[in-house]
């Protein structure tokens, strides 16, 4: 965008005026009034690029609403904007070369265990990211802002990718974020989803599994994380449930100011330590491969138990599993 050097001689600021301009467009504007940001537009990936070459390169969606006023475009959803902005913070991922762990090396309880439960298929990854970034915009809508949780955090940070062999995707929301409205509109045909599983209560271990109505069925897990005091110090958890009840909760450090990273081409959310957090839950070896068809959920090095619900609360509202039906 061009701008004029005297658009705003009339006005009186505190500190300088911010301002982004296209990184293709040269430009000769220079007052001390404004602070210039340069940014990208590139048309493979769904986020602006301000700073790009610098090392406080910033990164924010690209479907921001914006009103032309003259010859400048000015956001007109401001606090969606800031929040943008103030989680913008480029994070990158580690891009290690892996040594695929094989699915055939696997303990005799394993083997058991899929003859009673075939392991689910892999998902495609480039379609998976896309439907996880159409889940984002979703949530937006209802001023939810979810970041990369389990697996799939791991992936981006490690491989800056999908992991091969997983067969879900996963993102949280922090408790205080979430927005029962987004559950609503889950159920009505303007979402692009449909919900498959919800286990515990809002207040609670909540979890919901949703899945695209179109494409490959990639389940998307979707945890609250909630906020706890212990020992003087704030934690985050968020919540895992068995068929019998038992609820386990996943043990974080609290979560720090926001950052923003790419993967494969979207703008995802993740805390600023990705390191920290991945330890915590898989430990110091989370560099190594795990096939994912070996895991198992409640043995993360972060997981404990934390109670259970009654066979009454699991009956009627803490573990609901939907029929999804294909054809709608």
Known sequence: MELQENICDNMNFNQPIKIAVD??????????????????NNSKKDYLEFNPSSESKLIIPKNIPLQNIGNLKVPTQIPMFLEFWSRGRFMDCRNFTMHRDSAKRRSILTH??????PPRTP???????????????????????????GGTFLGWYRECSVIPHTTDMD?????ENWNQEFSEFLWTHNSSFRVKRQLGMVNDSYELTIIPKTGFKTPIDVFLMYKEEKNGKENRWVGGLTTTGIKYKYIYPEYDPW????LMGHLFWVTCTPEDKIKKEYGPNWYLDENSSKYTWNAAKNA????????????TETYNEYRINDVM
Request: net charge negative.
């Open 123 to 149: 998902i495609p990854a480039l379609e998976s990211v896309e439907k996880l970034a159409k889940v984002r915009e979703e949530m937006l809508k209802f001023g939810i802002f979810p970041f990369l949780n």
């Open 259 to 262: 950052c923003a990273a790419d």
């Open 171 to 175: 993102i949280a929301i922090l408790a």
């Open 304 to 315: 404990v138990e934390n109670g259970r619900f009654t066979w009454t609360q699991m009956m």
């Open 112 to 117: 058991l265990k899929h003859l009673i439960s």
């Open 23 to 40: 990184s293709n467009q040269s430009t000769k504007f220079n007052n001390e009034e404004y602070e210039i940001f340069e940014f990208k």
